[in-house]
C-alpha cells in the first residue's frame, strides 16, 4: 500500500472529525482523541515504510554461518597449504621476454603469463639474472 492510498482512506476521516472538531464542532474530548488517532496513523505508516527500507537493506548481504571446529581446522589448513605454495614461488616475479622484475601483485605481474613466468626469492638474484626493478611498482629496489 502506498502513501497516496493511506492519504485516500485517511481524507474522508480528516474531513468528517477533525475539521470539525479543530472548528468547535466538538467538545474537547473527542479532539484530544481523534487527533491521537490521526497522529498513530501516521506513525504507524511511516514506521512501516522505514522499516521495509530496513528489509530491503538486509537483503543484500551475506549470511553469516557457524562452522564446526573440524571444518575450521580444515580450512586453516588448506590456506596455510595455499600460501606455502605461493611462498615457494618467490618474493618476485619477471617475465622470460622482459628485463623488469615485479612484486607479485603489482599491475606488471598481472600482465605476464603462467608459462612466462619467472620467480626470484630475492631483489640480488633478480638482478643477477640481468632484470631490474619495474618503476610502476613501488617499493622494489
Known sequence: MSIKHIGEKIKPYWSDKV????????????IKEDIFIVLSIIFIGLAGFGLGKLSAMEKGRESVQILHS???????????????????????VASKTG???HFPWCAGASQITDKNMIWFNSYEEAQKAGYTPASNCPGLK
Not at 84 to 90: H, P, Q, Y
Open 99 to 101: 628485463k623488469k622484475y
Open 70 to 92: 573440524s571444518v575450521v581446522s580444515d580450512v586453516a589448513e588448506s590456506a596455510s597449504e595455499m600460501t606455502a605454495k605461493e611462498d615457494s614461488k618467490g618474493l618476485l
Open 19 to 30: 475539521i470539525p472538531a479543530v472548528s468547535g464542532l466538538k467538545n474537547n474530548l473527542d
